[in-house]
């Protein structure tokens, strides 16, 4: 069988391994059990298809979202893999290609959605199953937002396997549901976070690198929403992006917004009917420069790996779900772009949702402490990559450079009088009232109510004078973030935490930061430098090129009526367009270009960067073109030509077939005997051509 390794270039056409993937592919060759914790756009799902292809039977993944399955598949098909996924939205057609390859031996990977796990245990059980892969294995936590119930029954059917050999993937599991999911679907307690653990029947637990470099990260306070959503969006006009925002009506009112300002948006959330949604996600999937304003349900069934950005127009309710769901975006490895829009009404909602929760207390201080942890990322004085690393507990030497803070690092100011002022009138007027009342007492504003309640008579009354309404908004926000004060989610009455009584007191000092004192119409301001320019992804001078790759791109996708990056993701194309390669070997060198994508799209694509129709070539010389190995192809080739009648043109006509170079340049073989052991060759040929063909394998090894 092929190694893992050389299945990377020759079917995905991959020059090497995105990191942690490597370790996770050889622990499971070497057949242990995995719990894989990746990032989004990390590539899981690579961690279970090379090991199906470099193995005998069938591999069995899990995967709880039909969209999903159907977008891997496609992608799989398209290099030359045969795949299925057995779903209720298949074809007569589609059951039955499924079923012909099962009956051949030719089925390398069957996907099946949870729920169909009890209806298929019959085929299952006449199945060769070698591997069992769970995709999204966080779904199986039951205190989740994803959880599936279904997902209970794995370790049932990995029982009813004969323990089969299970691998499982996720990109969000704190530890708490890392434990979870060891526990219901490996009935292990425990198992250390290493490569290959001190028991060798444990799984072996990868917790991968969570930074993603091509992702540019940004914050702004709310200042005048969806004007900053705007500005964000319209430069990025005619990249494919989400809009997640926190209700149904504000996806319909921002898809309406920017369709009157010509981007093609559209709604996606719970309210719209099946049909809609799914017509939605399909145009998102098949077509470039659309933008989905959508609630957090969807992206989680999309493998579209050309999102260029992904904008929050509310808070997210944790570092695990904004993590997650920017995560959506670059997932081919080119830049993209984040954005995230927050305010103090996104705390009170946030702080609600939870309190207002059915689960038990000890979860909600859990709950608030990943929202606490969101918050100080919002807030951060420094480097917000190395704050979001740090919540995964993994530490980063310098700065990114690559996020807002970076490109326009934020002046801090000694705040602790302004916190002690801020803390006072919120304690003083009792700890009840919202953050417009606090700021007026602030600022010596009264009104009937104030009077009433006689706070125009406090201490407090009239202290905050140096600073404007708008920037006792901002100080009381961080406040808010700090954890020093806290939002009733019942009454929207300010509070004092523990936390505050060190900085009351004057016991602890305070660093606040002074962009958020800017007046209401300074955030988000047109022209902001900290706001990132769309991301380039060519030269100036080669962004015809591209948008001529992209082109035939489309029509190619269009004619199969499959999404455009079946074909290439744009990640394959930018490479294209900067690498200008001018022969099918040098188009192989190019990300993503396998052999199946060499053989079926190469002439084509070499015709739109050289200008000039493409050369004929063997099946078996685009192969070897895939491999890598084109050059040592026609090295024997040419070498088999000149020899064809002896090296003194006068012995007996013998030539080799295109597929017995081909196998020669596979095995490598280092004497004569391996040499005439090869197929098609045996001992008259490899007397004849053993010696030069052998000189030629050498040269190519050493070189």
Not at 24 to 29: G, L, N, R, T, Y
Not at 189 to 198: I, W
Not at 502 to 523: C, F, W
Not at 549 to 568: D, G, H, M, T, W
């Amino acid at each position: 069988m092929p190694t893992p390794e050389t299945l990377l270039k020759s079917v995905f056409g991959f020059d090497a391994f995105r990191p942690g993937q490597a370790e996770i592919v050889s622990a499971i060759q070497n057949g242990r059990d995995v719990l894989a914790i990746m990032p989004t756009g990390g590539g899981k799902s690579l961690c279970y298809q090379l090991p199906a292809l470099a193995r005998e039977g069938v591999t069995l993944v899990v995967s709880p979202l039909i969209a999903l399955m159907r977008d891997q598949v496609a992608g799989l098909r398209e290099a030359g893999v045969e795949a299925g996924a057995l779903t209720s939205a298949n074809t007569p057609e589609d059951n039955e290609r499924i079923f012909e390859a099962i009956d051949r031996g030719a089925l390398k990977l069957l996907y099946l959605a949870p729920e169909r796990l009890a209806s298929s245990r019959q085929l299952l059980a006449r199945l060769p199953i070698s591997l069992l892969a769970i995709d999204e294995a966080h779904c199986v936590s039951q205190w989740g937002h994803d959880f599936r119930p279904d997902y209970l029954r794995i370790g049932e059917l990995r029982a009813a396997l004969g323990d089969v050999q299970t691998a499982a993937f996720t990109a969000t599991a704190d530890e708490e549901t890392r434990a979870e999911i060891l526990r219901r679907l490996f009935d292990h307690d425990d198992a250390p976070l290493t490569d290959e653990g001190e028991d060798p029947t444990a799984p072996a637990v990868f917790l991968r690198g969570f930074d993603r470099p091509n992702l540019y990260l940004a914050f702004e306070a709310k200042a005048s929403p969806r004007k900053q959503l705007l500005d964000f969006v319209l430069p990025r006009r005619g990249r494919s992006g989400i809009v997640y925002a926190g209700s149904r009506n504000k996806c319909e009112v921002l898809a309406t917004a920017l369709r009157a300002e010509g981007i093609e948006a559209l709604p996606y959330h719970a309210g719209l009917d099946a049909e809609t949604r799914s017509h939605t996600q399909d145009r998102f999937s098949r077509e470039d420069g659309m933008v989905i304003c959508a609630t957090v349900a969807f992206g989680m069934g999309v493998d579209k790996p050309d999102i260029r950005f992904v904008a929050h127009a509310d808070l997210p309710k944790s570092v695990e779900s904004y993590y997650q769901e920017i995560g959506r975006a670059g997932r081919d490895g080119a830049p993209a772009d984040t954005f995230t829009l927050y305010g103090v009404e996104d705390i009170k909602l946030r702080r609600m949702q939870i309190d207002e929760s059915q689960a038990p207390d000890e979860r909600k201080r859990a709950d608030h402490q990943r929202l606490n942890a969101l918050l100080a990322l919002a807030e951060a004085p420094g480097c917000r990559r190395q704050t979001l690393l740090a919540y995964f507990g993994e530490a980063r030497p310098q700065p990114c450079g690559n996020c807002d803070l970076c490109r326009k690092p934020p002046e801090l100011f000694d705040g602790a009088v302004a916190a002690q002022k801020a803390l006072s009138a919120i304690y003083r007027t009792g700890e009840r009232f919202g953050v417009e009342h606090v700021v007026d007492v602030l600022l010596g504003k009264t009104n009937e109510r104030g009077e009433r309640l006689g706070h125009d008579r406090l201490s407090v009354f009239g202290i905050g004078k140096e600073f404007d309404r708008n920037a006792w908004r901002g100080i009381l926000r961080q406040l808010l973030a700090l954890g020093l004060a806290a939002v009733d989610g019942q009454t929207g009455g300010w509070r004092l935490t523990p936390d505050a009584r060190p900085v009351l007191r004057g016991e602890q000092g305070l660093q606040l930061r002074k962009d958020a004192l800017k007046s209401r119409g300074g955030a988000g301001r047109k022209g902001d430098d900290r706001r990132a320019a769309p991301a380039a992804l060519v030269e100036e001078a080669d962004e015809p090129l591209l948008s001529a790759l992209k082109s035939l791109r489309r029509r190619l996708a269009e004619a199969q009526n499959a999404p455009a990056y079946i074909v290439f993701n744009d990640r394959s194309l930018i490479d294209m367009a900067t690498k200008k390669p001018q022969t099918m070997d040098e188009l192989a060198q190019c990300h993503g270009v396998g052999a199946a994508k060499l053989a079926r799209y190469g002439a084509e694509f070499l015709e739109v960067l050289t200008g000039a129709p493409a050369p004929d070539a063997h099946p078996t010389r685009i192969r070897a073109a895939a491999a890598g190995t084109g050059e040592v192809f026609d090295a024997l080739h040419a070498a088999q030509l000149r020899l064809a009648r002896g090296a003194q043109g006068t012995d007996k006509l013998l030539t080799c077939t295109n597929a017995t170079l081909a196998k020669v340049v596979e095995r490598r073989p280092d004497s004569l005997e391996a040499l005439a052991q090869v197929p098609g060759m045996g001992p008259q040929r490899a007397e004849r051509f053993g010696p030069a063909f052998l000189s030629i394998l050498a040269a190519a090894a050493e070189a």
